[in-house]
C-alpha cells in the first residue's frame, strides 16, 4: 500500500501563488507515478499534472507555464506549484499515486476569489 498526506490548500486571491505538497509512504519504490488532480463542484475530475518514476513531467494544457509538478526524493514528497493562480483553478486537489493499482490522498482545497 501507499499512504497520501496532502497538504498546502488554502485562499489566494486571482495572480496569487500556493504550493501544494504530498507527502507518501509505504511501497515507494513501487511508483510508477505521482500525479496531481483537481475535482471542481460538479464536474469531472481531471488531471493536472503527473511526474514518472525517471522524472518525466507533463502538465495539463490549462496549467501549463503556471504549474509545476516536481518532486523530492530525499523527503518523499511531491509538489505542486501554483502560479498566476485563477478563479477555474479552485477545486479539489488530490494526489495520487500508481503502482499498477492507484492510490489517492484525501485532497485538499484550493479556493481563488477575490
Known amino acids: 500500500q501507499v499512504q497520501l498526506v496532502e497538504s498546502g490548500g488554502g485562499l489566494v486571491q486571482p495572480g496569487g501563488s500556493l504550493r501544494l505538497s504530498c507527502a507518501y509512504s509505504g511501497r515507494i519504490l513501487s511508483i510508477n507515478a505521482m500525479g496531481w488532480y483537481r475535482q471542481a463542484p460538479g464536474q469531472q475530475r481531471e488531471l493536472v499534472a503527473v511526474i514518472t518514476r525517471s522524472g518525466i513531467t507533463t502538465h495539463a494544457d490549462s496549467v501549463k507555464g503556471r504549474f509545476t509538478i516536481s518532486r523530492d526524493n530525499a523527503k518523499n514528497t511531491v509538489y505542486l506549484q501554483m502560479n498566476s493562480l485563477k478563479p477555474e483553478d479552485t477545486a479539489v486537489y488530490y494526489c495520487?499515486?500508481?503502482?499498477?493499482?492507484?492510490?489517492w490522498g484525501q485532497g485538499t482545497q484550493v479556493t481563488v476569489s477575490s
Open positions: 495520487n499515486a500508481n503502482v499498477g493499482v492507484e492510490y
